[in-house]
C-alpha cells in the first residue's frame, strides 16, 4: 500500500528566506514521488518528479526535492521564496505501474512581503 | 497544445437530481483519473481509465457514482441521487502510460455545489 503525509497544513514564510516543505511517503514498492502545486482558481501543476533516477530532483521554479530513502522522505524545498510561490502544494506517491496516485491532503504555504 | 477540458465548470443541482461531469483529455493520453477535492482537503482517488482494460473503481464511494469513458477519449462521471456531502471540485487527469510512471495533466475541474 501507497500512502504519503504531509506534516505541516500551513507553513508561513517570509519573501526572500528558503521553503520547506515536508513530505514523508510509505510504500510497499519502490515509489515514484512528486509534487504537484495548485495556485487559486487554477489547476494542478508537476512541480517535479522522482522515478528512481537522480535522488536529488530539480523542478520548476527553483524548487528541488530530494528522495531520502533511509527517511522515507521527499521533502520539497526552495533557497528564496517569491510571493507567486504562495500556493497549496501537494505531495503524491504512486506504485511503480502507476496506475493508483496517492495524494497528501496539502501543504499551505503563504509568503509574507 | 490543448490540455485536458473538463464541462461544465460550476454546476448547482438540488439534492435527488442526477448530474454529469465531462473530461476531454490530451490527445493520445490512454490513462484517465477521475478524483475528488473536498473543500480544503486533498484529492481522494475515484476511478481510472487505461486503454480498453476494465476501469480500477476501487475509490469509487458508493454505487450511486458511475463513470464510462469512450474508447482513449472522452470520459463523463455521473452522480445519481446528489447528497450534499458530494459537493466538491471534480479533477479529471490524463497521462500516457505503458511501463513507466508518467505525470498527469490535471483540468481545471468541476465545482459541484449540491443544494
Known amino acids: 500500500a501507497q500512502s504519503v503525509t504531509q506534516l505541516d497544513s500551513h507553513v508561513s514564510v517570509s519573501e526572500g528566506t528558503p521553503v520547506l516543505l515536508r513530505c514523508n511517503y510509505s510504500?510497499?514498492?519502490?515509489?515514484?514521488l512528486f509534487w504537484y502545486v495548485q495556485h487559486p482558481n487554477k489547476g494542478l501543476q508537476l512541480l517535479l518528479k522522482?522515478?528512481?533516477?537522480?535522488?536529488l530532483v530539480k523542478g520548476i521554479n527553483g524548487f528541488e526535492a530530494e528522495f531520502k530513502k533511509s527517511e522515507t522522505s521527499f521533502h520539497l524545498t526552495k533557497p528564496s521564496a517569491h510571493m507567486s510561490d504562495a500556493a497549496e502544494y501537494f505531495c503524491?506517491?504512486?506504485?511503480?505501474?502507476?496506475?493508483?496516485?496517492?495524494f497528501g491532503t496539502g501543504t499551505s504555504l503563504t509568503v509574507i512581503p | 497544445g490543448a490540455g485536458v477540458s473538463q464541462s461544465p465548470s460550476n454546476k448547482v443541482t438540488e439534492k435527488g437530481k442526477d448530474v454529469e461531469l465531462r473530461c476531454d483529455p490530451i490527445?493520445?493520453?490512454?490513462?484517465l483519473y477521475w478524483y475528488r477535492q473536498r473543500l480544503g482537503q486533498g484529492l481522494e482517488f475515484l476511478i481510472y481509465?487505461?486503454?480498453?482494460?476494465?476501469?480500477?473503481k476501487s475509490g469509487l464511494p458508493s454505487d450511486r457514482f458511475s463513470a464510462e469513458r469512450t474508447g482513449e477519449s472522452v470520459s463523463t462521471l455521473t452522480i445519481q441521487r446528489t447528497q450534499q456531502e458530494d459537493s466538491a471540485v471534480y479533477l479529471c487527469?490524463?497521462?500516457?502510460?505503458?511501463?513507466?510512471?508518467?505525470?498527469?495533466?490535471f483540468g481545471p475541474g468541476t465545482r459541484l455545489t449540491v443544494t
Open positions: 487527469a490524463s497521462s500516457l502510460s505503458g511501463g513507466e510512471v508518467y505525470e498527469q495533466y
Open positions: 510504500s510497499s514498492y519502490s515509489p515514484s
Open positions: 522522482y522515478t528512481s533516477a537522480a535522488t
Open positions: 503524491v506517491v504512486s506504485a511503480p505501474w502507476g496506475n493508483q496516485f496517492y
Open positions: 490527445s493520445g493520453h490512454t490513462a
Open positions: 481509465f487505461q486503454g480498453n482494460s476494465a476501469p480500477d
